[in-house]
């Protein structure tokens, strides 16, 4: 059985510290170390959240159509009637 061997034919020469280099960015170890370092300072960041104050607002609003702008007229209407007040009883 006749064994095919490729070689690359680019002469590009690189160094040690680059063959290193290039080790460390694409080993899936080393990127996945470094994975469990971000979560656990994310982790940390969470736990610590809980001893910071807390504060809430709430609001609402809404228009009857009973009285509007404080004035002493109710305000009866239907669509398509003309506007009429009519005094407090």
Known sequence: ???????Q????TITLGQ???????????IKESGNEVSISGL?????????YPVFSA???????GVYRLGNNYKIRRC??????PVAKR
């Open 58 to 64: 709430e609001a609402s609003g809404g228009l009857s």
């Open 1 to 7: 059985m006749p064994l095919l061997v490729l070689a």
């Open 43 to 51: 982790a940390i960041e969470i736990a610590q959240s809980g001893l």
């Open 19 to 29: 063959c290193i280099e290039a080790a460390l960015n694409n080993n899936p170890v």
């Open 79 to 84: 669509i398509g009637e003309p506007f009429t």
């Open 9 to 12: 034919t680019d002469s590009t």
